[in-house]
């Protein structure tokens, strides 16, 4: 065994990658030897491969869809393939643990490393868990939550609630940089809209209709998905970006409120950051339905407004803007009150002692 090696793994979305990209720094610094098993070509190798202190490996995936398709039939192909890759990699790299956000490339190297004898420690941010972290709870050591809710559907003695894990410079955002980047002034205040990590097409479409009654009284920072700007709008105070990295944290000090998919990951964020947020879950027909309870939560503790994807319009959409920015100031007191129940160095530390 490496004295001082670590495996992280997790992917498909954002959402599956974030809370890694908070942690792994941390064991950089430290001198840990740190891979990252992803996917061949997810998001997940987007944003961490090349990073500085990690080695990337992908291996083959299968995803379970929710609608018919030959590829469903190959998949179980590509999650053994998956299995064996992970297994061979854990007995090669030899880490001391592994820690893994989610989604379906995690399920088998969470699998692989109970069959090698490695530890795992899985987390899972949203409301109710996936199936693949469902899948992955029977092989972990420990599982790690953000909505305290989520805990009474897992193991009661492996689940341990800790709340958000949020990525330490978005706290280091500068609003300056942000006017800077979009040519925006601040003679209005400014919404940032984001439709998850891919994109919203019924947020966008809204947005889009509703710019001539928003625009009077705000500017709008508009984060819309790969390949779903539309060149053809060219109005003053409206700025597109597909999607953003290290800029996030500037367009984040600049913005009053937010627009938002009920992304665990994004709203935890905002919720860190006090940001006053409307929430347009992704409806039940489209997900297996965790935005809309992470949407309620928030909702039920004063955090967020929500509108319904099914409801929104131009019409609707800036009137619940118009709301969310004349009560902002009672969503930041009641945001003021969340307190996670660790920190992430508490998390930082209970990954060591489950290291072998
Ligand atoms: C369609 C889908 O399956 N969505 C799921 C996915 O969402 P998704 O991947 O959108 O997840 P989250 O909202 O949890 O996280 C998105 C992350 O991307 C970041 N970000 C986003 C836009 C951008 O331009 N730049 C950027 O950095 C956000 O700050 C956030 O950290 O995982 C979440 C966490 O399991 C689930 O709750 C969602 O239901």
Redesign the pocket.
């Given at each position: 065994m490496s004295q001082k090696t670590i495996v992280f793994t997790g992917g498909g979305?954002?959402?599956?990658v974030?809370v890694n990209l908070a942690i792994m720094p941390e064991f950089i610094r430290e001198g840990f030897d740190v891979h990252y098993i992803g996917s061949y070509e997810g998001i997940e190798r987007d944003l961490v491969d090349g990073m500085e202190g990690v080695t990337y490996h992908g291996i083959a995936t299968g995803k379970l869809r929710r609608y018919m398709s030959v590829e469903n039939m190959k998949d179980p192909f590509r999650v053994l393939k998956g299995l064996g890759q992970a297994r061979r990699l854990l007995k090669q790299l030899k880490p001391r643990v592994v820690f893994s956000k989610?989604g379906f490339v995690s399920t088998p190297v969470v699998m692989a490393s109970r069959l090698t004898g490695v530890p795992s420690i899985i987390h899972e941010?949203?409301y109710t868990p996936?199936l693949a972290n469902k899948i992955a709870s029977k092989f972990a050591r420990h599982i790690l939550t953000t909505f305290p809710e989520t805990n009474q559907h897992l193991p009661e003695k492996k689940v341990v609630n800790v709340g958000a894990i949020v990525?330490e410079e978005l706290f280091a955002g500068d609003s300056e940089q942000a006017l800077a980047m979009t040519g925006l002034s601040r003679d209005k205040p400014t919404v940032l809209v984001?439709g998850?990590?891919?994109g919203a097409a019924s947020i966008n479409q809204a947005v889009r209709q509703a710019l001539p009654d928003l625009l009077k009284q705000y500017h709008v920072i508009h984060?819309c998905g790969k390949e779903k700007r539309d060149d053809t709008i060219n109005q003053p105070g409206y700025v597109q970006?597909?999607?953003?990295?290290d800029e996030?944290k500037d367009l984040l000090a600049l913005a009053d409120v937010v627009v938002s998919?009920?992304?665990?990951?994004?709203?935890f964020?905002f919720l860190a950051l006090k940001k006053p947020m409307l929430l347009i879950p992704?409806s039940k027909q489209a997900?297996r339905g965790?935005?809309l309870l992470?949407a309620e939560s928030f909702n039920k503790r004063g955090y967020a407004d929500v509108l319904e994807d099914e409801e929104v319009d131009a019409t609707s959409l800036t009137d619940a803007v118009n709301r969310l920015y004349e009560n902002r100031e009672t969503y930041q007191e009641y945001m003021a009150s969340y307190q996670p129940q660790k920190t992430k160095d508490d998390v930082i530390d209970m990954i060591k002692q489950t290291m072998l």
């Open positions: 979305t954002a959402g599956h974030v989610g941010s949203d996936g990525r984001m998850g990590s891919a984060l970006y597909e999607y953003v990295t996030l998919r009920a992304g665990a990951n994004a709203i964020e992704l997900s965790d935005q992470n």
